[in-house]
């Protein structure tokens, strides 16, 4: 198995230059100076972590209006943050979490898969990010795009051989960090394409199971259902909720639920072992490197809950010598830190930082 040396146990720095709009209204000024800081890097590192993964959406680096012609705004904090890594001795994913045309959020509004000129858009900025970052070893990662909704792989996998080329026109060096559609779930890891480049990194997302890792959020169908979630527990609860989720129209993934709960009496370890048996399939059967790009639980969950899951996850990901990266460091309802800045929970960052 190919583990991933240096990107064994990291966290996301959601909310800094992806998904930030938040956050500008409560700061508008400042928001980019103080989210992220050097000290924040020095602390990830004191965890025992070995990476970071920074999203980043594209307007801070190209304007709608302005194609093609690329702000040094965006890429000023990009090189502050692998300053920062490097003093600290952290390696440094760069993850194009909203791109020209696109947006996870927006399946109903993306034009990337449609329009020529969102996709040449999208194909030039990596390369803008290739021409700038080239210079750099094995400390920085390219990942082509967020969490990919599409129907099929068809597109999608047109598309991402196309931005492999792009790159490689510039940069041969680096490794390109490449997800499947549905979120990239890892269910989706078989329909994607086995490319020909030896300096490919595969990927998938892990947020299973949903009735813990998003209870009461917001922005999900799961916002109204009254009752909290522990892990472990008792299985009951948790098929209570897919039943209820089911019955009021949620989407159809839940299906898969119902079938790993079947027999099952608990919600533990060995449900997140079912639930990942794609990325063990993976593994074993291409011995190609294989990376968790997001995982973690709301903070609406009890710390020790959070603590468990990420841990069974960690260890998961280690006995396949899969990579990994917490969702989030701070804010995006998934914080690993108090008001104060510090650590939340000494359990959950240990489980994190297992390498």
Known sequence: MKRLDGYMAGVNLGGWLSQ?????????????DRF??????????????DHVRLPFDYPLFEDDDKPFQYKEFGFKYVDDCLTWCKEAGLNLILDMHMA???SFNTPDKNTLFTDETMQERFLRLWQAFAK????????????????IVEPDSTRWNKLATRAIAAIREIDQEHYILIGGIDYNN???LKDM????????????????PFALTHQHAAWTVAKD???SFVYPDDIAPYKEFVDFITTNGGRAAYDLQKKLNEGRERMDAGY???????????????????YCGEYGVIDFADCESRANWTRDVANFCLEYGIGRALWSYKGMNFTMLNKEGKALHEGLIQAAALH
């Open 186 to 188: 890892v269910w989706r």
């Open 193 to 208: 394409p086995i490319f020909d480049d030896p300096k490919i990194i595969y990927n998938f997302h892990m947020y299973e």
């Open 272 to 290: 997140v072992r079912a639930f990942l048996q794609p990325a063990k399939d993976f593994v074993l059967e291409h011995d190609l490197p294989l």
């Open 100 to 102: 020209p045309g696109f």
């Open 36 to 49: 992220i800081t050097r000290e924040d890097i020095q602390q990830i590192a004191s965890w025992g972590m």
């Open 225 to 227: 259902y009254p009752h």
């Open 132 to 147: 700038r970052y080239g210079g750099e070893g094995q400390n920085v990662v390219f990942e082509l795009l967020n969490e």
């Open 20 to 32: 930030y709009t938040g956050n500008l209204k409560r700061d508008p000024e400042h928001h980019f």
